[in-house]
T-cell receptor, first 113, second 114 residues
Framework: GDSVTQMEGPVTLSEEAFLTINCTYT??????LFWYVQYPGEGLQLLLK?????DKGSNKGFEATYRKETTSFHLEKGSVQVSDSAVYFC????????????FGQGTRLTINP | DGGITQSPKYLFRKEGQNVTLSCEQN?????MYWYRQDPGQGLRLIYY???????QKGDIAEGYSVSREKKESFPLTVTSAQKNPTAFYLC?????????????FGPGTRLTVL
């Protein structure tokens, strides 16, 4: 079945460091790909998405590019802030049929000042 | 403000008791979803509903039940048949029932079974 694998956490960085969180997927065909973020004690919020190969999603300084050759959707940010500390989830869904999200296990990110 | 509300935020129950978690949305979304989140794991889909009076099982529906009598409401009952009910439960909705639309999440209910 479909699955999403994220890099193991937790990840701890200093403020202004470069961030990469790896995400790869296994699916038959070309799903839509998402990054959701969960701040402490809250539900999830959509961070960015891409619906077809080579699309780049971006928001709040974060970027991710849909790479079908490597079945990847890695999240990057050039200069992280303390306020970026959260848990990040990579997910996929299909454009046809019911929209059921398949999530990775999440990566906890802590940014130190 | 439009959004999704879940209540209560924290819920404690004794083993063997059924418990119902509330989820209400005022976004006029057609689709609603229930997910379970366990520590160090991603979210897993319990049930989803694409339209009033209709719902489908997700990946881990055993021990849970739902209803969708109104568009705005999608309550989840955790029954005594659920072997390990202690978890964080998240409700979500999306404007359509298919496609790559954003799902909007509520703040969650943390259920602890004693």
């Amino acid at each position: 079945g479909d699955s999403v694998t994220q890099m193991e956490g937790p990840v701890t960085l200093s403020e202004e460091a470069f961030l990469t969180i790896n995400c790869t997927y296994t699916a038959t065909g070309y799903p839509s790909l998402f990054w959701y973020v969960q701040y402490p004690g809250e539900g999830l919020q959509l961070l960015l998405k891409a619906t077809k190969a080579d699309d780049k999603g971006s928001n709040k300084g974060f970027e991710a590019t849909y790479r079908k050759e490597t079945t990847s959707f890695h999240l990057e940010k050039g200069s992280v802030q303390v306020s970026d500390s959260a848990v990040y989830f990579c997910a996929l869904s299909w454009s046809q049929g019911a929209q059921k999200l398949v999530f990775g296990q999440g990566t906890r990110l802590t940014i130190n000042p | 403000d439009g959004g999704i509300t879940q209540s209560p935020k924290y819920l404690f129950r004794k083993e063997g008791q059924n418990v119902t978690l509330s989820c209400e949305q005022n976004l006029n979304h057609d689709a609603m979803y229930w997910y379970r989140q366990d520590p160090g794991q991603g979210l897993r889909l319990i049930y989803y509903s694409q339209i009033v009076n209709d719902f489908q099982k997700g990946d881990i529906a055993e021990g849970y039940s739902v209803s969708r009598e109104k568009k705005e409401s999608f309550p989840l009952t955790v029954t005594s048949a659920q072997k390990n009910p202690t978890a964080f439960y998240l409700c979500a909705s999306s404007i359509r029932t298919s496609g790559a639309d954003e799902q909007f999440f509520g703040p969650g209910t943390r259920l602890t079974v004693l």
